[in-house]
């Protein structure tokens, strides 16, 4: 099983990430079940020690994931670092051929969309009619009513 690591520079939450070049490649085996998603490996780092520090990002080709990647202790040339799997990126070529329904957008707004949450603007719009008297149907004789409404609270 192979682990490659890397120096990259992109945001976290890009889709898209510039690796670059890697700074070591190794060879090694699992000794103990790991968690896929959040492995912690031990390396030798004797030919990358005097940057083990600037590792931030791994590939383990075995789990076909990519992983954030914070350094946490040297004792030597021995490295202990703890992954967390990156989903974007791991799974960006899905993600690029998936059609989405957004729910919530803070960029997207349209009176035509109905989100629960987002803030109504009420128009308040209010008529006076004067009326001289009751209008009366003149085929039938029935008098007609208009009602009128104040408020607004049901």
Same mark, same amino acid.
């Given at each position: 099983?192979?682990? &490659?690591?890397?120096?990259? !520079? ?12 890697? &700074? ?24 990358? #020690? ?9 590939? &383990? ?5 990519? =992983?954030?990647? *914070? ?5 030597? !040339? #021995?490295?202990?670092?703890? %992954?967390?799997?990156?989903? %974007? =990126? ?23 969309? &109905? ?10 719009? #209010? ?8 209008? *009366? ?9 208009? %009602? ?7």
């Amino acid at each position: 099983m192979n682990i &490659i690591l890397y120096n990259q !520079k992109s945001d976290r939450k890009a889709l898209e990430k510039n690796l670059g070049d890697p &700074i070591a490649t190794l060879s090694c085996e699992l000794r103990d079940p790991q968690e896929v998603l959040r492995p912690e490996i031990i390396v030798d780092a004797s030919g990358f #020690i005097d940057n083990w520090k600037s590792v931030n990002y791994a590939r &383990i080709n075995h789990f076909g994931r990519y =992983y954030f990647v *914070e350094p946490m202790t040297q004792t030597g !040339k #021995i490295v202990k670092y703890r %992954l967390t799997v990156d989903p %974007l =990126y791991s799974y960006a070529e899905g993600l690029k051929n998936t059609f989405f329904a957004i729910a919530r957008s803070a960029a997207f707004n349209s009176e035509w969309y &109905i989100d629960a949450e987002r803030p109504i603007q009420a128009n308040h719009m #209010i008529y006076k009619v004067k009326l001289g008297r009751i209008p *009366e149907d003149q085929s039938s004789g029935a008098k007609n009513y208009v %009602l009128t409404v104040a408020g607004g609270n049901s």
